[in-house]
């Protein structure tokens, strides 16, 4: 099983970056996704969800209306959006994928969000 995320990099307050997350070696479809991020010290924290099928998604309250998760069962990719970047937001991105009937989760590397003027 391979997720591995991408997308990350350095952009100025207010900018945006989407991140994605390519998933191979199971169902994706069979697969709920998440994004979750982590700053030094910190726990991890989910920001973002999508089920399996894609059809119902969650964003937590302090990205809410800036962030957007989305998937591709074709090609078994999860992307998350971020727009109006603050500085509150820098952390080290991951994806999770669990799944929906076994619960086996996998994780990825991270890929890190950096923002600065």
């Known amino acids: 099983v391979s997720v591995v995320e991408s997308g990350g990099g350095l952009v100025e307050p207010g900018g945006s970056l989407t991140l994605s997350c390519k998933c191979s070696g199971v169902p994706f479809d069979e697969y709920h996704a998440s994004w979750h991020r982590q700053t030094p010290g910190k726990e991890r924290e989910l920001v973002a969800f999508i089920t399996g099928d894609g059809n119902n998604a969650r964003i937590v309250d302090s990205v809410k209306g800036r962030f957007t998760i989305s998937r591709d069962n074709v090609r078994d990719f999860v992307s998350l959006e971020m727009n109006r970047l603050k500085p509150e937001d820098p952390a080290v991105y991951y994806c999770?994928?669990?799944?929906?009937?076994?619960?086996?989760?996998?994780w990825g590397q991270g890929t890190q969000v950096t923002v600065s003027s």
């Open positions: 999770k994928i669990q799944g929906i009937s076994s619960y086996k989760e996998f």
